[in-house]
């Protein structure tokens, strides 16, 4: 069976959306599968290794996708995207021989992923702890020690806490696999008086208004793939947020996904 990821396509196809499995041919090799997910899905992480299950697996890590093996699953990975847990590796069959499989399951938040868009919320409110309730982030911090006083000496300026405890906390990656979290911002735009902080696909610039000295206080700006700044009354945090579940956000990634995540480019160092 020759892999590509039409392939790979054509089988998530024959599972469907819900639970499902199928074990593969023996000469699949199962990395070049782990590999090609890779590439769509981003870092996976570990369920099991040699037959042990990493004992801080559970529903919000995938633990769904062990439930068709039992004890007889040999390696696993997983990716989460959307409300689907992905997963490969190898798992013994009935027989007892060591295969190739592809797995899927249902995956489900633990925390409310949304609000109402019109909810009063507090202004006091921690959108960081927001946002990894939405994500159903459960990984350690990936990248808990940037040099972050080398960073802003070299852009000339501090920048806002919201944003390095994102990058703290998700490393590289995109949310919902759209929008990119750039480790260190842009300059790009800094006549205009703005600094990028991330971006999407289509080209369309996350930036902060870089008035005043308080950088935690910076109002977000989108500049579009047309030259055009939409500005928002709230900072980075609260902005990915609030695009993650307002479906009447300008910018909203609600209507694509009613469960969300982060995207990993790559592990941790």
Not at 127 to 132: C, D, S
Not at 169 to 194: C, I, K, N
Request: hydrophobic residues 40%; contains cysteine; negative net charge.
């Amino acid at each position: 069976m020759k892999l590509t990821q039409m392939a790979v396509n054509d089988l998530l196809a024959q599972l469907g959306p819900a639970d499902g499995y199928m074990y593969l041919p023996g000469d699949l090799g199962p990395q070049a599968l782990t590999d090609l997910l890779a590439d769509r899905y981003g870092v996976p992480h570990t369920l099991v290794l040699d037959g042990f299950t990493d004992p801080a697996v559970d529903d919000s890590r995938g633990a769904a996708l062990l439930a068709p093996f039992g004890d007889r699953a040999v390696k696993m990975r997983a990716w989460a995207y959307g409300n689907q847990w992905v997963g490969t590796g190898t798992a013994r069959d009935a027989e007892g021989a060591e295969r190739p499989v592809l797995v899927v399951a249902q995956r489900h938040v633990p925390e409310p992923s949304a609000v109402a868009p019109d909810e009063d919320e507090d202004e006091e409110a921690d959108w960081m702890e927001r946002l990894i309730r939405i994500t159903g982030w459960t990984q350690p911090a990936q990248r808990p020690d940037v040099n972050w006083a080398e960073v802003e000496s070299r852009l000339g300026t501090a920048l806002p806490a919201d944003y390095k405890r994102m990058v703290e906390t998700f490393g590289e990656g995109a949310f919902d696999a759209y929008l990119s979290l750039h480790q260190e911002p842009w300059a790009d735009l800094r006549e205009d008086g703005l600094i990028i902080w991330a971006g999407t696909e289509h080209e369309d610039l996350y930036c902060w208004r870089a008035d005043g000295d308080d950088p935690d206080r910076w109002p977000v700006v989108v500049r579009s793939f047309d030259g055009e700044d939409a500005p928002f009354g709230y900072q980075a945090a609260e902005f990915v947020r609030r695009i993650l579940v307002d479906p009447h956000h300008p910018f909203t990634m609600a209507r694509y996904f009613d469960t969300h995540w982060f995207m990993n480019y790559r592990k941790s160092d």
